[in-house]
């Protein structure tokens, strides 16, 4: 299995917006969120911000075979405290996950952009908790940090 996972081109925008309405669908399992009139979701406030400034903000497409296969989308975070790595959203599609694709292509990602890292889960979403607790633990041989705060579990740590 060929796993690839590249930096989306300025013209993959309508791309993502199509994969941001399946990943906004698996998560309506964890959330109140309803689709609009018109049938379709709300994309994130921010998502423009991906295409405008892909250097402190960075959509990746992730292929499985060369067949689109899910989307990670992370930001650089500096302020006068730290400087960080956040995983805003990372999404598999349904039919290539627990195959050891989301957890090759998380280890990739640290790898590849050094430093400290934070993510977060919702609260309700305990798959996604048990998912990035396992890959985050045997990344870091246990040496990350955990809080639970507004309705969500966070976790920093520093790739190697």
């Known amino acids: 299995m060929n796993i690839n996972i590249s930096k989306a081109m300025k013209n993959e925008k309508d791309l993502f917006k199509n994969l941001l309405q399946l990943y906004m669908y698996d998560f309506t399992e964890f959330t109140d969120v309803d689709i609009n009139v018109d049938g379709l979701y709300n994309i994130f406030s921010d998502f423009d911000s991906y295409w405008i400034d892909q250097k402190e903000n960075?959509?990746?497409?992730?292929?499985?075979?060369?067949?689109?296969?899910?989307?990670v989308l992370i930001k650089e975070v500096k302020n006068e405290i730290r400087k960080y790595n956040y995983l805003a959203h990372f999404f598999i599609m349904r039919k290539y996950r627990r195959q050891g694709i989301g957890k090759e292509v998380a280890i990739k990602l640290f790898n590849s952009l050094q430093g400290e890292w934070e993510l977060n889960q919702l609260e309700r979403n305990k798959p996604a908790q048990k998912f990035w607790t396992k890959i985050i633990n045997e990344y870091t041989n246990g040496n990350y940090k955990e809080k639970f705060?507004?309705?969500?579990?966070?976790?920093?740590?520093?790739?190697?």
């Open 58 to 71: 960075q959509p990746y497409i992730v292929r499985v075979n060369d067949a689109i296969a899910g989307f």
């Open 149 to 160: 705060e507004n309705g969500r579990k966070y976790q920093t740590f520093f790739s190697k």
